[in-house]
């Protein structure tokens, strides 16, 4: 079986539609994709309704968290998408992020490039806008060559000339909150430290105290070292170990299935998951 537990769709700041996602991911050769936008989970219904004969769809979402000050991501797999505290936590976010790109904006036209905020809304097309919108603005304007190369000091990264903070939940409140709805928790791309400051392991020793279920291993942005020094972390503190590509379509270079999910954590995840359970595809639209 071929496994990638983290993918974006429009729904957020990928640019497959979610229809276009799931027969992407059936196309790529996959057996299972989670769809994981960043606090919404608007894409279900779509994904669904294309979701192809042969490919299983794991429903969940990339929770925007903070701790001691470092942003940090929580994959949710599975959960109840209608529990109300998680909804109202996900809302929370979600309301805060038009201003904090208004924001980023605001900061980016004070530096003299001349980004719009129509220019943004346009690119985010309805979905959950986000930073690398307005990072794909940046492109378009030719002041980055691509979006990973916004993600810096000089521009949008955290703390850089134009990153403007907006509201993030607590990382022990979500994993309460994700369990209490049923689902199951991962720390996403934990030693990314291209993208900023990281976590440090006594804090998501804590975590796994809390009830975090694992951490996402096989990433792009963790090289061998990371890998390894994350597996060894992974079995001291007894957390699962997953693999993904976090594919966002053409905003990133990476592809469906780049990374995979070993199917015994898989299945350990469907095991532990009582808010919703895998959809197997039956032919979608």
Known sequence: MRIDLHCHSTASDGTDTPAELVRNAAAAGLDVVALTDHDTTRGYGEAIGALPEGLTLVTGAELSCRVDGVSMHLLAYLFDPEEPALLAERELVRDDRVPRAKGMVAKLNALGVPVTWEQVERIAAGGSVGRPHVASALVELGVVPTVGDAFTEEWLADGGRAFVEKHETDP?????????AGGVSVFAHP??????????????????????????????DHDADARDRLRGLAKELGLLVTGSSDYHGSRKTVALGAFTTDPEVYGEITRRATGAFPVPGTGGA
């Not at 979500?174 to 209490?180: D, E, G, N, S, T």
């Not at 900023?196 to 990433?219: C, F, K, N, Q």
């Open 191 to 220: 030693a990314a430290a291209k993208r900023g400051r990281t976590v440090p392991e006594s804090r998501i020793a804590e975590m796994a105290e809390a009830g975090l279920d694992g951490i996402e291993v096989d990433h792009m």
């Open 172 to 180: 022990f409140e979500a994993i309460r909150l994700v369990k209490a």
